[in-house]
Every structure is written in C-alpha cells, then in structure tokens.
C-alpha cells in the first residue's frame, strides 16, 4: 500500500510530532537535539516579520528552519550516529510511518507514543528506539 500525503499534511504531522515527542524522545533514549542557533535566531525573526511581529513557539521556528533551508538533527549520545533531515526529508518520510501510528495522527488520537514513532521515521528512516 502506498500512502500519499502532500506536503502541508506532512509538515502538520510532523510539526505534531515536534510538539508532543520531541522531549520524549530526546530524554527516552538519549539522544540530543540540536540546530545552528543563528540559523534559529534568523527563522525567528523571519517568522517574526511574517506574523506582524506576533510570537511564535520553538516549535514554529523549528518548522520555519526547515522552510528557510536549514536541517535540524538528532545525535545518539552512545552510539555517536547523527540523523540530520531538511524540509524535504519530512515531505518524503513522513508518509512512511507505520500506519497505525500515522492514522492516529491523522485522526488527532496521537499521543507522544505517535509522535516518537513519526520523529523517528522521518529523522532515521525507521523506529530503532523503544
């Protein structure tokens, strides 16, 4: 089966995910988020410009990074891997969630279990943790 999601429908997942499983999986398993902070700085503030100088959330300008052209990555602590992906990667991987875990989101029934298994999909391609 093949599953066909456009790109706004797989950023929305994925920002989700962001927002429900980033700490989880973070402090789950030991791994380190990290981004270029100038990089962060400079979507901030495009993100600031385009919303008339309204707030915007971290995970917002995570999501804006990746429109900017920028890649975020996921380091394993202990085994010393890095998963970096850019907004291309989540328009390309998010679709290849283990279907049950995608239709949760789908149907808003997701919970940090969901967006650990989403996180993990579009940041090493598979669910390797938990």
Known sequence: ???ILTPKESEEYFYNALCNGLPYICDGYDLTF???K???QSSRQNLIDARDGNFSCFEDVL???L???HRLDLL???GEDRWSIRLRDVHERVKNTPIEHLVNMIKENDDAVTADVILQTV???DVIFG
Do not use: S
Request: charged share 45%; net charge negative; no cysteine.
């Open 123 to 125: 940041f090493i391609g």
């Open 1 to 3: 089966m093949e599953i």
């Open 38 to 40: 100038k990089e962060y």
């Open 67 to 69: 429109r900017d052209g």
């Open 63 to 65: 999501m804006q990074m």
């Open 76 to 78: 394993d602590e202990e």
């Open 34 to 36: 990290e981004y270029m």
